[in-house]
């Protein structure tokens, strides 16, 4: 699939496991293309390329195949560093630890809204509501967690890291799917943090693939 020298991305900017992917391959000038597929609306042109119908997936220019954002986006700040650039994550130590922790409690965020926006596209009979409670719960306690761990305008050292990117596109995520599922005003020191971002080249290169 990927006969050129640059990395090959595959799926659709509204993951944001694809787009934190994609961000961070911005930031750092890692060139790449992109195919805007969907893992249910394209799986007949997905399944060739990947059968697992998994995304983010990359193919790197020697032809390895990578699945997990958080994988890539470590495989990718190698890269980088062969490129002499600053990595989005300190290089070892506690404030390593920190960062991947900051991230997960992102995924987790996105996780559980992800879930909650198919649990509401199944027919209103057909809906658990103490499952749609646990997973408002679930999603608010992550998003507790980022509020109450950013302190600054970064949550690590004051440097932008794979936890600030997560964070946002968690956020955006969720306005974007589940609107009705956000709660303007009751975390603002995220908002504010996605609003900063989204404004930044790395995340203009990349915008929600409202397709």
Do not use: C
């Not at 394209?42 to 997990?68: C, F, Q, S, Y």
């Not at 890539?72 to 404030?95: N, Q, S």
């Not at 991230?103 to 596209?121: F, L, S, T």
């Not at 998003?143 to 946002?168: C, K, N, S, Y």
Request: hydrophobic share 45%; proline share 6%.
């Amino acid at each position: 699939m990927n006969d050129t020298k640059n990395h090959f991305l595959l799926g659709l900017f509204d993951s944001p496991y694809v787009r934190r992917v994609a961000i961070a391959m911005s930031y750092y000038d890692i060139a790449f293309d992109h195919q805007s597929l969907s893992v249910f609306r394209h799986v007949e042109a997905m399944t060739p390329v990947n059968p697992l119908l998994r995304v983010p997936l990359l193919i790197t220019p020697e032809g390895d195949r990578l699945h997990e954002s958080a994988f890539i986006l470590d495989y990718l700040d190698d890269v980088a560093l062969g490129l002499g650039k600053t990595t989005l994550i300190p290089a070892a130590g506690r404030a390593r630890m920190r960062v991947w922790q900051h991230a997960a409690h992102g995924q987790a965020a996105a996780d559980k809204a992800a879930a909650i926006y198919y649990e509401q596209r199944r027919p209103a009979d057909k809906q658990w509501p103490d499952w749609l409670n646990r997973l408002r719960s679930q999603f608010n306690t992550a998003m507790q967690l980022l509020e109450d761990a950013l302190r600054g305008e970064r949550f690590v050292e004051g440097l932008l890291t794979h936890a600030d990117i997560m964070a946002a596109v968690a956020v955006s995520f969720v306005r974007y799917t589940i609107p009705d599922e956000w709660t303007p005003g009751r975390f603002p020191k995220l908002e504010a943090l996605t609003r900063e971002l989204e404004e930044t080249p790395a995340f203009r290169a990349v915008p929600i693939d409202k397709s």
